[in-house]
């Protein structure tokens, strides 16, 4: 019976999986787009054809099966598992990226709140920065509060990341949670505003 082609009540074709197989179950067979997939998060999700629930994609089956990463819009046909907290991809088997969306044409996420300047230009160090998470704080010295810092900010001033130690300049104003980076640039002055 672990062989036979079943209609599953949502109409989704699948089959039971035997003890030799990498994972416990019935396999359903999934056809849908991918939702969004987050290579720093390592995981992502594909929304069924058939009004099944969002099925989850992680980055071990995405590259286990041979793609680096998985774009917004791409079709995807894939077989699922039912796990303790929905379904997921046991396997991939076609990926047509001719849909989907590249991550350079999608709008920009607003990730953070923007935050007004109340500081000049001033001189600070980075004390860390995490690029995975994508923020970091930045400090004017012992006695004075941190600064916090979000990769957005980063990039919107043409950088992509900071190196604990190294000194930036920056403007900074208060945010909901403490000192926020409003404006940054390298120390050297490159990318700096010009004073004429």
Not at 50 to 71: E, F, I, K
Not at 94 to 101: E, G, H, N, W
Not at 154 to 169: A, I
Request: aromatic letters at 8%; glycine letters at 10%; one cysteine or more.
């Amino acid at each position: 019976m672990s062989s036979n082609v079943y209609q599953a009540k949502q109409g989704a074709v699948g089959r039971d999986i035997g003890e030799n197989d990498e994972a416990p179950g019935r396999l359903v067979e999934v056809a849908g787009v991918i939702k969004w997939f987050d290579v720093a998060k390592g995981y992502g999700f594909i929304v069924p054809d058939n009004d099944l629930p969002d099925v989850l994609l992680h980055v071990s089956c995405l590259r286990r099966d041979g793609y680096q990463t998985a774009y917004e819009g791409a079709r995807v046909v894939c077989e699922a598992v039912e796990r303790p907290r929905g379904m997921q991809v046991f396997r991939i088997l076609s990926m047509d990226t001719s849909t989907a969306v590249h991550p350079s044409q999608l709008p920009l996420p607003r990730t953070h709140v923007e935050v007004e300047p109340t500081s000049g230009l001033e001189r600070a160090e980075v004390k860390w920065f995490n690029r995975l998470r994508g923020f970091g704080f930045l400090t004017l010295g012992a006695d004075k509060p941190d600064i916090f810092v979000h990769m957005e900010t980063l990039r919107h001033f043409g950088l992509t990341e900071l190196r604990p130690g190294q000194f930036v300049l920056v403007r900074y104003g208060p945010g909901p949670k403490g000192l926020m980076a409003a404006e940054i640039h390298p120390e050297d002055g490159s990318g700096a505003p010009s004073s004429h």
